[in-house]
């Protein structure tokens, strides 16, 4: 319940300090973000942190398919497999326009 009465109160904190602060205060956070996250090294971070993310997902994978083999459904495997071929037959891009390769 603690944690409920804190979220709430970070809320209506957040609405009130929102609202005065205004549609041109508003504006200039959306101008500074998007400045960012069209930054070059910001964009290259951003790829190469995906990267490592799909390297260890990969790793991980297959550490538990070594561990757990059999025991898994064939109803969920069948699934996993075809999630993964349909992300690994073509280039796709996610939100920040990096490719899921």
């Known amino acids: 319940m603690r944690y409920r009465l804190t ?9 009130v300090l929102g609202t005065r602060a205004g549609r041109e205060r ?6 500074s973000a998007r400045r960012i ?4 090294a910001v964009r290259n971070t951003a790829e190469t942190a995906a990267q490592q993310g799909r390297e260890f997902a ?6 538990v398919s070594e561990k757990v083999g059999d025991k898994v459904p064939v109803s969920v495997a069948g699934r996993v497999r075809s999630l993964r071929e349909r992300n690994t037959n073509g280039r796709r ?7 899921n390769t």
């Open 26 to 31: 508003y504006e200039q956070l959306k101008k």
């Open 37 to 40: 996250s069209q930054n070059p």
């Open 58 to 63: 990969g790793k991980a994978y297959h550490a």
């Open 93 to 99: 891009e996610d939100d920040w326009g990096t490719s």
């Open 7 to 15: 979220f709430v109160a970070g809320v209506a904190l957040g609405y």
